[in-house]
């Protein structure tokens, strides 16, 4: 079965300390995978995305993602968080072919701690 | 400019009241979607349709429609309000190009 795990719930790090997210999928055929922010009252806006070549993925506001397919892993990081981080981290995977398919995790909501 | 656009962003209601969200997508994608958000934030898909096809996940009761007058709107019609419809509905689009979903800030929808 096609599924996406975030395991961390909820996570607090301090401003200007680095973060990692978690997210682990199982997928039949090869993934497109993505991370989603939502900040508070807002709908969900695309960091990045993978299907293909270089497994470090760069997106928006300083964060990167990198596919592991030994590990079933793309795990999103930031060197340095900011207050504004503070939003609730959504990873999906889903077909090349059909954004119909995609499935989302639960979700893990990052605090920032002053 | 707002890509992807829904009203109302709040409505409350009461149970057995007929609502209906409305969409629109200016980025001049071909699919359209809807999703729902429960308390605690999972998301799902409902809807997505294009001026091909519509694909219904078979898991949301036929209260839900969809109704399309072109390729830039998708309104929700929900008949027969139900408490456990309380959640956050959220429109979204993507093109053919295998573009990544683009999403509406959401209407948040309380049954009372």
């Known amino acids: 079965a096609q599924s996406v795990t975030q395991p961390d719930i909820h996570i607090t790090v301090s401003e200007g300390a680095s973060l990692e997210l978690r997210c682990n999928y199982s997928?039949?055929?090869?993934?497109?995978l993505f991370w989603y922010v939502q900040s508070p009252g807002q709908g969900l806006q695309l960091l990045l995305k993978?299907?293909?070549?270089?497994?470090l993925v760069q997106g928006i506001k300083g964060f990167e993602a990198e596919f592991k397919r030994s590990q079933s892993s793309f795990n999103l990081r930031k060197p340095s968080v900011h207050w504004s981080d503070a939003a609730e981290y959504f990873c999906?995977?889903?077909?090349?072919?059909?954004?119909?398919?995609?499935?989302f995790g639960s979700g893990t909501r990052l605090s920032i701690r002053p | 400019d707002t890509a992807v656009s829904q009203t109302p962003k709040y409505l409350v209601t009461q149970m057995g009241n007929d609502k209906s969200i409305k969409c629109e997508q200016n980025l001049g994608h071909d699919t359209m979607y809807w999703y729902k958000q429960d308390s605690k934030k999972f998301l799902k898909i409902m809807f997505s349709?294009?001026?091909?096809?519509?694909?219904i996940n078979e898991t949301v009761p036929n209260r839900f429609s969809p109704k399309s007058p072109d390729k830039a709107h998708l309104n929700l019609h929900i008949n027969s309000l139900e408490l456990g419809d309380s959640a956050v509905y959220f429109c979204?689009?993507?093109?053919?190009?295998?573009?990544?979903?683009?999403f509406g800030n959401g209407t948040r929808l309380t049954v009372t």
């Open positions: 979204a689009s993507s093109g053919e190009d295998n573009s990544p979903l683009h």
């Open positions: 999906a995977v889903g077909p090349y072919s059909s954004a119909s398919k995609i499935i």
């Open positions: 993978y299907f293909s070549g270089d497994t």
């Open positions: 997928y039949g055929a090869t993934p497109y």
């Open positions: 349709y294009n001026n091909k096809e519509l694909i």
